[in-house]
């Protein structure tokens, strides 16, 4: 092979190790109920919490008033479809989606979910 070929063929697999670096790190996995809730617990917020079979509900709120509701649904497609209705009563407040789980909260307060 010569040089030129060696360069191309170089300059195509990190092009492809970026994408799926990339991809990996924005595709998102169902984040752990105790983890986020740990997190949550550390940085100071209560926690209450419902389980009903395939959804479970749980509220996280600090002194001031600010709060986190956060649904994990048992079915892709439950989550799907609540994340439109969820996207309408928002407000002024943050919908985030990761896996089969949906938070609404303000800005500083989801940080906490999106990066358990």
Known sequence: M???SVIILSSLLICFLILLTCGLAFTSVTPSKERV???YI???YTHAFFD???Y???AYTKEKGKSVLIIWYGD???ADKSIYTA???KGDRFVVKRGNA???GYEDDIKIFQFA
């Open 2 to 4: 010569n040089r030129k």
């Open 37 to 39: 809730t740990n997190r």
């Open 42 to 44: 550390k940085a100071g």
């Open 52 to 54: 009903f079979g395939d």
């Open 56 to 58: 479970s509900i749980r």
């Open 76 to 78: 892709k497609k439950l």
């Open 87 to 89: 996207n309408k009563i």
């Open 102 to 104: 949906i938070a609404i």
